[in-house]
């Protein structure tokens, strides 16, 4: 069964950038099946979807909050999708998922990872 990791979180102070990764945990799995989204859920807080990308990399979208701010790209070759998040907020604050599933216009992903908490704080 496919297994996803995230990695990159951690604490930034605001207007910082952090780098997320999601990787298939395990040799064999390629995530190129798949389109990926990015997911959030903070305290006291709905899950949100930040953004996700098409198995091919042809096709991204973005939440209102996020746009101009985040990127999400994928590098097929090394398995591994990124979320570049610059101009950090506080209400960024989250632990962040990654997701696999077969396009990003249904709500239909299959697999998570564990997450990574990303918080932004002076």
């Known amino acids: 069964q496919l297994q996803l990791v995230e990695s990159g979180g951690g604490l930034v102070q605001p207007g910082g950038s952090l780098r997320l990764s999601c990787a298939a945990s395990a040799s064999g799995f390629r995530l190129d099946y798949y389109a990926i989204g990015w997911f959030r859920q903070a305290p006291g807080k709905e899950r949100e979807g930040v953004s996700c990308i098409s198995s091919s990399g042809g096709s991204t979208r973005y939440a209102d909050s996020v746009k101009g701010r985040f990127t999400i790209s994928r590098d097929n070759a090394k398995n591994t999708v990124y979320l570049q998040m610059n101009s950090l907020r506080p209400e960024d604050t989250a632990v962040y998922y990654c997701?696999?599933?077969?396009?990003?216009?249904?709500?239909?992903?299959?697999?998570w990872g564990q997450g990574t908490q990303v918080t932004v704080s002076s």
């Open positions: 997701a696999a599933g077969p396009s990003c216009l249904r709500n239909n992903y299959n697999y």
